[in-house]
């Protein structure tokens, strides 16, 4: 289904219904439409990047009583009021965000639940602000000459901001910011390893997210004309979140679809349990809990995802190939050192999982590290692509030390990887996940990501990872889910990531696990091609028969120390080898 279809079904329904519909059901469309806007950034926030927040209607508050306050104490213009808004808001989180994104697991949406009551409280305790009273006589908005003073006014000035903000969030996603915000969700490691800032890009969705609500707040202060502290609880905060989690947490149009169900749901029940249930008491609330878990239940993903796969799925083009390519790195002159170790050493607590183990590389060879499971080679890995400090010792990188250097920080001097467990975005396309590994080749940011100003750069980005997949076989499965592909393919994948990084080091652990004697054979072809390309390899196997056909020399390492080095016919006939591997022959 073509993805703008839905946009403009929507569009032609939204301007029909002044037409066609009550006041009454005007002003549920106006609710409708301020709450999905918030339900937007939630869908980023949560449902995207995952960072639950339950603090969100306090955002819209802050931007609903700063544009109350300066319209009625200060005669500023509504026009006006929405930049300092922003700005009012925007600092604010920024605040809240560098210290509440610190927190992980169940502590980050305790952290959002305490700094939303608290600043529930504190619109009700401040005197400027009306206390529990509230601010009335809120001037309406004026565009053009036309005073947009009551619902049917205000309709279309609402839904225009409502639909621009899902077209923008959906150019997000759909960009290098975008791949870069998924893989915030439970891929940190990954990310950080092809250069992105995840703490930063962290931050700066919190910030988008409570901008939409900014946006919806000054909206709601000039629909209704007067602020008060209760529409923006902690209970509106929750029914935020299920509106974004109802429609899909995932999906951008499924911010509008659960902020349509739960509105009407709510006062469907308002209308329908009074005939039911004549005794007095707040039975809605008690079936719209039920109700929702049923949604839940049934659509565990969200209404969006549950009709999506209904529907037959249409294939993509191929990224075109005639554009400009992303630039390259230059590579280091051969036969040089690329890579120096000396005595390094890790430990963890007591355990010691390497020790004072020593090495150099040159700049124009394949180097394997093999050794028993255990023997400290994933950890020597991670010690120089940045994932883990070193104990003592020093690591050098053409000349440079890198041991006490981020993943990130690796990255950006072209010492890129694969991992031991594949780590992809499993619901993210091939080539989507191939992408991400140019995350350091191209530089467009968030506002040009939303406003699609990108698009010659995302065009040679996308263009980038099809020569990879072609160039490792799987330039016929572009479009399809990552996680849909045999273990041998997604091993693939992820070396096809890597190269798109172009890389000066390229870190490979285990690349043949699961790979076929063919895919074996035509790895090796790969790899000498890229030697002769003047990328270097060092690669952790456990396939033997691979390794030994394969690789200049051999570094062998037990219980984390070195007890080999030399060429692989050198490394086979060692005795600390074979006692190693067999234990020793009596």
């Known amino acids: 289904m073509n993805p703008w279809l839905p946009v403009g079904g929507l569009v032609a329904v939204l301007l029909a219904a002044p037409l066609a519909l009550s006041e009454f059901q005007i002003v549920l469309l ?6 999905s806007i918030v ?15 339950f603090g969100q209607a306090a955002f819209v508050g802050v931007a609903a009583y700063t544009s109350a306050v300066l319209t009625t104490q200060y005669n500023m213009s509504p026009w006006l009021t929405l930049p300092v808004a922003l700005v ?29 009551i608290a600043i529930f409280y504190l619109f009700g305790n401040l005197e400027i602000l009306g206390k529990y009273s509230g601010v009335a006589g809120i001037p309406s908005i004026n565009l053009f000459g036309l005073e947009l003073g009551g619902a049917r006014e205000l309709y279309y000035l609402i839904w225009l901001m409502t639909i621009g903000a899902s077209i923008a969030v959906r150019n997000l996603l759909d960009s290098r910011s975008g791949r870069a915000i998924r893989a915030l969700k439970n891929r940190v490691t990954m990310a950080e390893s092809f250069g992105i800032d995840t703490a930063r890009m962290k931050i700066v969705i919190f910030l988008y997210a409570a901008l939409l609500a900014a946006l919806s707040g000054w909206l709601y202060a000039h629909f209704l004309r007067y602020v008060s502290p209760q529409p923006f609880n902690l209970n509106s905060g929750i029914d935020y979140l299920f509106m974004a989690v109802i429609g899909g947490s995932g999906a951008v149009w499924g911010a509008v ?42 659509t565990r993903e969200g209404v969006i995802p549950y009709l999506t796969r209904l ?38 607590g007591a355990l010691q999982a390497v020790s004072n183990v020593s090495f150099e590389m040159r700049s124009d060879e394949i180097l394997a590290v093999i050794g028993p499971n255990g023997a400290g080679k994933s950890t020597l890995f991670n010690l120089v692509s940045g994932v883990l400090p070193v104990s003592s010792g020093r690591i050098s990188f053409l000349d440079q030390r890198i041991d006490r250097m981020t993943g990130r920080e690796a990255a950006r001097l072209g010492i890129v990887r694969t991992f031991q467990h594949v780590n992809l975005m499993k619901n993210m396309s091939v080539l989507e996940n191939v992408a991400l590994g140019a995350h350091l080749r191209s530089s467009s940011g ?6 699609r100003l990108e ?20 330039g016929d499965r572009l479009h399809d889910p990552a996680g849909t592909l045999p273990l041998g393919a997604q091993r693939l994948i992820e070396i096809a990531r890597a ?33 002769k390309s003047g990328v270097s390899i060092l690669l952790v196997e456990h396939d033997m028969e691979f390794v030994m056909g394969l690789v200049d020399r051999v570094i062998v390492l037990n219980f984390g120390q070195k007890i080999a080095e030399g060429t692989p016919r050198e490394v086979q006939s060692n005795p600390a080898v074979i006692d190693a591997y067999l234990g020793g022959i009596e």
């Open 455 to 474: 698009r010659a750069e995302e065009a040679r980005i996308m263009a980038e990872a099809a020569r990879q997949l072609d160039r490792i076989g799987l």
């Open 88 to 116: 009012l808001t925007g600092t604010l989180a920024l605040a809240i965000g560098a210290i509440t994104l610190r927190l992980s697991g169940h502590y980050l949406p305790l952290g959002t639940i305490a700094w939303g």
């Open 30 to 35: 106006n609710y409708i439409g301020l709450a």
């Open 499 to 531: 190269l798109a990084a172009d890389p000066v080091l390229l870190l490979l652990d285990e690349p043949a696990a699961g790979l076929r004697h063919l895919e074996k054979k035509a790895l090796a072809a790969l790899l000498n091609d890229l030697r």
């Open 446 to 451: 968030v506002v040009a990501s939303s406003l």
């Open 39 to 53: 339900a937007l950034g939630l869908v980023l926030l949560t449902g995207i990047a995952g960072l639950m927040s």
């Open 257 to 298: 679809l659960g902020a349509s169900i739960l509105t009407l749901l709510k006062e469907w029940l308002k209308d329908l349990l009074p005939y039911l249930m004549p005794q007095s008491g707040n039975y809605e609330t008690v079936v719209f809990g039920f109700m929702v878990v049923l949604f839940l239940h049934r």
């Open 311 to 348: 529907m037959p799925r249409k294939d993509k083009p191929r990224p075109s190939l005639e554009v400009a390519a992303l630039p390259r790195r230059a590579q280091p002159e051969a036969g040089g050192t690329l890579l120096s170790i000396d005595q390094a050493s890790k430990s963890f």
